[in-house]
């Protein structure tokens, strides 16, 4: 797959702001006509919400359409909406919307999807997909595919967050690895991160927008309402415009590593080095494995027990001691050391349930 950039923009970060739900035209056009002043790039508000309850507010429907309309001509901002179905893609390309995003509980859906992708065929507007809630790559890649195929070439991913049971940090799991995973696999695919649906709070956007950044993301979404504690949908997560405005202001671009021929050359060398003691640390491990065995041996033949626990909390605390002059924490000393003293104890074990032959 060969992606092209959603829009010509040459710097980062692509940014794309706006309330989570459509609620009313004048709250639309204030957030929008306060967001415009700051130079962000597409304007988003939903119109038909994916709720996990019914009886919540499920979007105002199509004439929140009209609104997006009235932001693109009289605001002069790009807008976007999700589209969970053919029918609100056709409802969408009536009313002009610049780019149509998918959301993450239609992501996990191949059929509904593919509905999307066949309802767009044949049309050019970028299209935007969100992870699937639960943290499968090839579901989010499937996703992908399905809109590329149907001829849609600009394409861009959202990283929202994962679905988790027990994560008391944030309300959707970042789990940095996956949209890593998927930049590796392809580098041209533009990739924004929702801080807002990743952080479910307001006080840890900024960490997790300049975390993106760090990691050579495109761009952000954030959820911005004019009055967030009021809002019909996610109101714990939305920023005011001026909020907004701080957030964007606070991150630091830091210069994208691949650009830097010193950079580059740098690094290689110190990764080799990384390399050369890894590799003695290995070699030495290896060793002491086989000193474990002949312990293993000597134990057999006079007969002692593997486990001494006299013998280990020595090691500990020496090692413990020995670790601090080095910088090494006890608590990685205690890991490390547990670990090895465990695959001694399986050497010796294996020695000394040997058969004589
Ligand atoms: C949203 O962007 O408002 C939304 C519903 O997001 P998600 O699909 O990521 O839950
Ligand atoms: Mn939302």
Redesign the pocket.
């Known amino acids: 797959m060969k992606f092209q950039p959603i829009f010509e923009k040459k710097e980062r970060p692509l940014i794309v702001a706006g309330p989570?739900s459509a609620e009313s035209e004048d709250q639309v056009l204030q957030t929008a006509r306060a967001l415009a002043k700051q130079d962000i790039d597409l304007f988003r508000a939903?119109i038909w919400?994916?709720r996990t309850r019914p009886n919540s507010f499920e979007g105002v429907g199509t004439v929140g359409l009209k609104w997006l309309k009235k932001v693109k001509e009289e605001v002069g901002l790009k807008v976007t909406t999700?589209v969970a179905n053919a029918g609100h893609v056709y409802e969408t390309m009536k009313y002009g919307i610049d780019v149509v995003w998918i959301?993450?509980?239609t992501t996990v859906s191949p059929f509904a999807v593919q509905d999307i992708a066949d309802a767009l065929e044949g049309t050019d507007i970028p299209v935007l997909i969100?992870n699937p809630i639960n943290p499968d790559l090839k579901l989010w890649i499937g996703a992908i595919e399905r809109i590329y195929k149907a001829g849609i070439t600009k394409i861009g991913v959202i990283h929202?967050g994962f679905s988790s049971f027990d994560d008391k940090t944030y309300r959707n799991t970042p789990r940095w690895q996956l949209p890593i995973e998927l930049m590796q696999q392809f580098p041209d695919l533009t990739i924004i991160c929702?801080n807002s649906?990743i952080c479910g709070r307001r006080d840890i956007l900024q960490p997790v927008a300049q975390k993106a950044m760090d990691l050579n993301f495109h761009g952000v979404m954030t959820?911005t309402h004019p009055d967030p504690d009021n809002a019909w949908s996610?109101a714990k997560q939305q920023i005011t415009p001026a909020v907004f405005k701080e957030l964007m202001d606070s991150l630091v671009l830091r210069e994208t590593i691949s650009s830097n021929e010193d950079f580059l050359h740098n690094i290689e060398d110190l990764r080799s080095q990384i390399d050369l003691i890894d590799n003695e640390v290995l070699d030495l491990l290896g060793k002491r494995m086989q000193v474990a065995d002949s312990i293993g041996e000597y134990k057999k033949r006079n007969n002692i027990s593997i486990l001494q626990p006299a013998r280990w909390t020595e090691i500990l605390e020496a090692a413990a001691a020995k670790g601090k002059v080095r910088g090494l924490s006890e608590e990685f000393i205690g890991k490390m050391l547990k670990a090895i003293h465990q695959e001694s104890i399986n050497h010796q074990e294996t020695v000394m349930n040997k058969e004589h032959s």
């Open positions: 989570c939903g919400k994916p999700e959301g993450a509980r969100k929202r929702d649906h959820e996610d």
